[in-house]
């Protein structure tokens, strides 16, 4: 399912009609170029859960750890780790019926590619503002939150 939006705004209400129908445990995987709004969409994905939280991008620290009363974030970017590069990070010890891992650059690592429930690519349109996001279900849990979307 393919979503044009024209603004930072349209993007939060996109995230917004998203958030809705995220049932943990889910693995969602992003990818796109530098700059398409895959730390953007995160951001505003996580203040969904706390608009006060301080989200910053775990390019360097590889993995940033968000616990609410309901769900535990782990949002992780995988831009500086080499394709299938092995033991980088324990990502089962950290997986349970609460867990919702969002991960940029997903496809440095075919493992956690190959079982993440849903894959959201972002593209830049020909403005700063524009891009396309294109939900994927990879798993049955994700083709039924994107059908629920209905957007």
Known sequence: MKKTVNSEK??????????????????????????????????????TYNVCE????????????????????????????????????DFHSYYNNRSLFLIEWIENDNKILNNSDILIDIKIVNDQDQRIFDFKGNSNEGKKLIRNMKI
């Open 54 to 89: 301080i989200v910053k991008s775990p390019t360097f620290g590889l993995v940033e750890e968000y616990n609410y009363d309901s769900i535990d974030i782990l949002h992780a970017d995988l831009y500086r780790i080499n394709k299938n590069e092995m033991n980088y990070f």
């Open 10 to 47: 349209e993007t939060e209400e996109l995230v917004k009609q998203f958030s809705k129908y995220i049932r943990p445990p889910l693995i969602i995987g992003f990818n796109g170029d530098l700059g398409a709004g895959k730390t953007t969409f995160i951001r505003k994905l996580i203040r």
